[in-house]
């Protein structure tokens, strides 16, 4: 019996890997995890704990121990701590700067890594920035997102002005443009572009004109994959 789809998607902030995962995610009715939040979650894990975010060892031993999981619809997933809906809480500023911070501790990489495999062998759509090269790198197709800088950041700022209208442009830019740094050049699991991912860059595109083209790639690969299985 040929296993589920696993697909892999990877890019920076704001080249709209969220939108296109639980686009693809929907179509092919797959499970989504969204890796983002839950570094989120361990963030918010860390902020109401009395450890300090700067003990690495702490902060490790804490991802540990405690439970993340992603329930629902690809377009209404839960993101669940310990049990409790915390969905709504990890969208604030503060925990996603603290994500991106702690993101970079090997031990947590590692736990979430195990979490990620063990919730993506049912068949998914995962996406994140190591999901290719490190989660999945037998994924049954990988796609790097990009786009140029100005176009990510404008996606960011309209999403985080959702949040807190009195942000601007350029506190979204500069904050996008340090991730991009942080992200990158951390030692593990730096962001990169697996061999053999397909890349889109999405500058200029609509979101519909994206997916097609994602969706055909997958179409192809599933077609050769079966017809590989049937031999």
Same mark, same amino acid.
């Given at each position: #019996? @040929?296993?589920?789809?696993?697909?892999? +998607?990877?890019?920076?902030?704001?080249?709209?890997? *969220?939108?296109?995962?639980?686009?693809?995610?929907?179509?092919?009715?797959?499970?989504?995890?969204?890796? !983002?939040? #839950?570094?989120?979650?361990?963030?918010?894990?860390?902020?109401?704990?009395?450890? %300090?975010?700067?003990?690495?060892?702490?902060? !490790?031993?804490?991802? !540990?121990? +405690? /439970?993340?999981?992603?329930? !629902?619809?690809?377009?209404?997933?839960?993101?669940?701590? /310990?049990?409790?809906?915390? @969905?709504? =809480?990890?969208? *604030?500023?503060?925990?996603?700067?603290?994500?991106?911070?702690? %993101?970079?501790?090997?031990?947590?990489?590692?736990?979430?890594?195990?979490? &990620?495999?063990?919730? $993506?062998?049912?068949?998914?759509?995962?996406?994140?920035?190591?999901?290719?090269?490190?989660?999945?790198?037998?994924?049954?197709?990988?796609?790097?997102?990009?786009?140029?800088? &100005?176009?990510?950041?404008?996606?960011?700022?309209?999403?985080?002005?959702?949040?807190?209208?009195?942000?601007?442009?350029?506190?979204?830019f500069a904050d996008m443009t340090e991730r991009d740094a942080r992200d990158s050049t951390r030692a593990d699991s730096?962001?990169? @572009?697996?061999? /053999?991912?397909?890349?889109?860059? *999405? @500058? $200029?595109?609509?979101?519909?004109?994206?997916?097609? &083209?994602?969706?055909?790639?997958? =179409?192809?690969?599933?077609?050769?994959?079966?017809?590989?299985? =049937?031999?």
């Amino acid at each position: #019996m @040929t296993r589920p789809l696993i697909i892999a +998607i990877d890019g920076p902030s704001g080249a709209g890997k *969220s939108t296109l995962g639980r686009m693809l995610a929907l179509s092919l009715n797959l499970l989504y995890i969204d890796t !983002g939040s #839950m570094y989120r979650a361990v963030a918010l894990a860390v902020m109401e704990s009395s450890i %300090s975010r700067n003990d690495d060892v702490a902060v !490790g031993s804490l991802t !540990g121990r +405690i /439970d993340i999981d992603l329930k !629902g619809d690809p377009d209404s997933v839960r993101v669940t701590l /310990d049990g409790r809906d915390v @969905t709504e =809480q990890i969208r *604030s500023e503060e925990v996603t700067d603290l994500s991106s911070v702690i %993101s970079t501790i090997p031990a947590v990489r590692r736990a979430m890594v195990a979490r &990620q495999r063990e919730m $993506g062998e049912r068949g998914a759509v995962l996406n994140g920035r190591d999901i290719g090269t490190v989660v999945f790198p037998d994924a049954d197709v990988k796609f790097f997102l990009t786009a140029v800088p &100005q176009a990510r950041a404008e996606r960011r700022f309209n999403e985080d002005r959702a949040q807190d209208p009195n942000v601007s442009f350029d506190e979204t830019f500069a904050d996008m443009t340090e991730r991009d740094a942080r992200d990158s050049t951390r030692a593990d699991s730096p962001l990169k @572009t697996a061999d /053999d991912a397909i890349v889109v860059d *999405s @500058t $200029g595109l609509s979101i519909d004109e994206v997916f097609r &083209q994602m969706m055909a790639a997958v =179409q192809e690969k599933a077609s050769h994959r079966d017809a590989e299985t =049937q031999r």
